[in-house]
């Protein structure tokens, strides 16, 4: 640091302060020179040692100057880079959605990609409703919008029906690993009583897969009666094998232990407070009118009971013996006839409707590791608990199996699941990225063969590309 040399007059002898240039130590308030005069006595230097401050100001300037533009320059290459990374993967969603409306594959489609807490690509492809009852195009198609309610089919079961036994466990009012029976009394003896409420999370309970419940039932206390009553299909917790009899379980459960209907608990305890208002069961009720329709009646779940070939044998039930099916286009009513035939729109395993904006929010708790704002919404516990992968490669409810097609090579700690009308969530959370994809695929009815359109390499490629790009 330059200084100008000074002089200070002792005992008639002239004593130069030295050197020109010093290393000054501490901060500029405490700047001490040293001189000795011929006694040798140090002498603080009476004059204030001048710096040259225009020339030291000009040269922090310059190197001020050259740091800001450098790190100006470096943002905006970053910015640049990410915007183009973005385009690139918005554009190959953009072709593949739309490869899958102008081939007639799917009727429409929404979708949400989210990067940290920045929105990637958030987008409405094709139509809520192409088609009308006897599946036939409509002249005037209904445009898809973000705005549309979904019917989350299967969602349900992990946006409410898990997530409700998360704050259950985090308020200490029950354990995964509690015998079911502790609730239910009729699975307190036999080959029932090992079931406990972790089996039935991880489809490991041995409940038989699929039973049409309304052509012996009612109602829900009726239901969950025909349930008790039914013989378990596979031996308890020694393999995997997917059942909405133990979703619509769960659903008595806490409704027991919280002493209120399943869906007065979900939107006290869920919904509101993480401002899910667009988030429902029975959504006609609640005045809702903008659907993205689904099936047209009830054509495979028809099928199911009737074509044994589907591997559906029920001794005790004739086809024909039940005929209230659904013959007109689906719009507000839950698909899943156990939910809407039997349980009134409230169920477990199905009836939940949902947007993908709304959805985005309760990824996005999870995806903080249960926490909301400053606010701690389900503890890290809990969170962690649910979502590690057990002896069959799966989490608590949520679907943790990489080599599952719609999060195949996900890295791990990937999570998501699946819904039967075409709605899907996959979340990675070690890139901070999730992917909600809501497609209506029921609506263009039944292809060739009996079955809907299987929307898992659509719900593929585009993991794949988030994947490519983020990874």
């Given at each position: 640091?330059?200084?100008?040399?000074?002089?200070y007059?002792?005992?008639?002898?002239?004593?130069?302060?030295?050197?020109?240039?010093?290393?000054?130590?501490?901060?500029?308030?405490?700047?001490?020179?040293?001189?000795?005069?011929?006694?040798?006595?140090?002498?603080?230097?009476?004059?204030?040692?001048?710096?040259?401050?225009?020339t030291?100001?000009?040269?922090?300037?310059?190197?001020?100057?050259t740091?800001?533009?450098?790190?100006?320059?470096?943002?905006?290459?970053?910015?640049?880079?990410?915007?183009?990374?973005?385009?690139?993967?918005?554009?190959?969603?953009?072709?593949?959605?739309?490869?899958?409306?102008d081939?007639?594959?799917?009727?429409?489609?929404?979708?949400?990609?989210?990067?940290?807490?920045?929105?990637?690509?958030?987008?409405?492809f094709?139509?809520?409703e192409?088609?009308?009852?006897?599946?036939?195009?409509?002249?005037?198609?209904?445009?898809?919008?973000?705005?549309?309610?979904?019917?989350?089919?299967?969602?349900?079961?992990?946006?409410?029906?898990?997530?409700?036994?998360?704050?259950?466990?985090?308020?200490?009012?029950?354990?995964?690993?509690?015998?079911v029976?502790?609730?239910?009394?009729?699975?307190?003896?036999?080959?029932?009583?090992?079931?406990?409420?972790?089996?039935?999370?991880?489809?490991?309970?041995?409940?038989?897969?699929?039973?049409?419940?309304?052509?012996?039932?009612?109602?829900?206390?009726?239901?969950y009666?025909?349930?008790?009553?039914?013989?378990?299909?596979?031996?308890?917790?020694?393999?995997r094998?997917?059942?909405?009899?133990?979703?619509?379980?769960?659903?008595?459960?806490?409704?027991?232990?919280?002493?209120?209907?399943?869906?007065?608990?979900?939107?006290?305890n869920?919904f509101?407070p993480?401002?899910?208002?667009?988030?429902?069961?029975?959504?006609?009720?609640?005045?809702f009118?903008?659907?993205?329709?689904?099936?047209?009646?009830?054509?495979?779940?028809?099928?199911?009971?009737?074509?044994?070939?589907?591997?559906?044998?029920?001794?005790?039930?004739?086809?024909?013996?039940?005929n209230?099916?659904?013959?007109?286009?689906?719009r507000?009513?839950?698909?899943?006839?156990?939910?809407?035939?039997?349980?009134?729109?409230?169920?477990?395993?199905?009836?939940?409707?949902?947007?993908?904006?709304?959805l985005?929010?309760?990824?996005?708790?999870?995806?903080?590791?249960?926490?909301v704002?400053?606010?701690?919404?389900?503890?890290?516990?809990?969170?962690?608990?649910?979502?590690?992968?057990?002896?069959?490669?799966?989490?608590?409810?949520?679907?943790?199996?990489?080599?599952d097609?719609?999060?195949?090579s996900?890295?791990?700690?990937?999570?998501?699941?699946?819904?039967?009308?075409?709605?899907?969530?996959?979340?990675?959370?070690?890139?901070?990225?999730?992917?909600?994809?809501?497609?209506?695929?029921?609506?263009?009815?039944?292809v060739?063969?009996?079955?809907?359109y299987?929307?898992?390499?659509?719900?593929?490629?585009?993991?794949?590309a988030?994947?490519?790009?983020?990874?």
């Open positions: 640091m330059l200084i100008a040399n000074s002089s007059q002792s005992s008639g002898r002239e004593a130069k302060v030295f050197p020109s240039f010093l290393h000054i130590r501490g901060d500029l308030k405490n700047i001490w020179a040293y001189r000795c005069d011929a006694s040798g006595i140090k002498l603080f230097c009476k004059n204030i040692i001048i710096f040259h401050c225009t030291l100001i000009i040269m922090m300037k310059k190197r001020i100057s740091v800001l533009l450098l790190s100006i320059f470096f943002t905006l290459v970053l910015h640049a880079q990410e915007k183009i990374q973005q385009q690139k993967l918005t554009s190959t969603v953009d072709s593949i959605l739309r490869s899958g409306v081939s007639g594959l799917i009727p429409g489609a929404v979708i949400e990609i989210k990067k940290d807490k920045k929105i990637i690509c958030r987008k409405a094709g139509y809520a192409r088609n009308d009852d006897g599946n036939k195009p409509l002249t005037h198609p209904v445009p898809m919008t973000t705005k549309h309610l979904f019917d989350l089919a299967s969602l349900t079961k992990v946006v409410g029906t898990s997530t409700s036994i998360m704050l259950l466990v985090d308020r200490g009012l029950i354990t995964v690993d509690d015998p029976g502790k609730y239910v009394p009729a699975f307190n003896a036999g080959d029932k009583k090992g079931i406990t409420i972790r089996h039935l999370l991880t489809h490991t309970a041995g409940l038989i897969t699929w039973y049409p419940l309304y052509y012996r039932a009612n109602n829900k206390q009726e239901v009666k025909l349930i008790d009553e039914l013989p378990l299909a596979y031996p308890v917790g020694k393999s094998h997917y059942s909405d009899l133990g979703f619509i379980l769960l659903g008595e459960i806490i409704e027991k232990v919280s002493g209120m209907p399943l869906d007065q608990f979900q939107q006290k869920i509101i993480l401002g899910m208002r667009r988030t429902t069961y029975n959504p006609l009720a609640r005045g009118k903008k659907f993205a329709a689904t099936s047209h009646g009830n054509p495979y779940e028809t099928r199911m009971v009737h074509d044994t070939s589907l591997g559906f044998v029920f001794k005790e039930i004739y086809p024909n013996q039940w209230g099916w659904r013959t007109y286009t689906l507000g009513e839950v698909n899943d006839g156990n939910a809407w035939y039997a349980l009134e729109g409230v169920s477990g395993h199905a009836g939940l409707f949902s947007t993908v904006d709304d985005q929010k309760f990824v996005d708790m999870l995806m903080n590791r249960g926490k704002g400053r606010k701690q919404f389900i503890s890290e516990k809990t969170i962690q608990l649910f979502l590690t992968q057990d002896d069959f490669k799966n989490g608590l409810g949520w679907v943790m199996d990489t080599g097609s719609f999060i195949k996900g890295p791990a700690g990937t999570f998501g699941h699946t819904g039967f009308t075409g709605t899907s969530i996959a979340v990675m959370p070690s890139l901070k990225v999730s992917v909600i994809l809501l497609i209506n695929r029921q609506n263009t009815g039944l060739p063969g009996g079955f809907y299987n929307p898992n390499l659509i719900r593929r490629q585009i993991f794949e988030v994947l490519a790009d983020y990874k």
